[in-house]
């Protein structure tokens, strides 16, 4: 049951770096004003985008001066999860 859970925790911590990864990679594209029709614009504006506009609809304040801090929020968010999840689970 050890070896599950462990399993399971290091998947979990792997889904989470990959996608904070994810993030990076969109906020960096945004500076550049990528093609929107590219597929690969598209599938990063479709993996991240649901979470930036629940975290701005959450909380307005993310955003100020034209400047979008919700990828910073989400990356922040994620790393908790994931520090709380590994020492509860594994100690």
Do not use: C
């Not at 550049?32 to 649901?50: A, F, K, S, W």
């Amino acid at each position: 049951m050890n070896a599950l859970l462990y399993a399971l925790v290091q998947t979990l911590h792997t889904v989470i770096n990959l996608y904070i990864w994810i993030i990076i990679i969109a906020a960096l594209i945004s500076f550049v004003r990528p093609d929107p029709y590219n597929p690969i614009v598209q599938l990063l504006y479709r993996l991240t985008e649901p979470v930036f506009s629940f975290i701005r609809q959450k909380m307005p304040f993310v955003v100020f001066s034209g400047i979008d801090l919700s990828p910073l929020v989400a990356m922040l968010v994620l790393q908790l999860i994931d520090n709380f999840m590994i020492r509860a689970l594994l100690g």
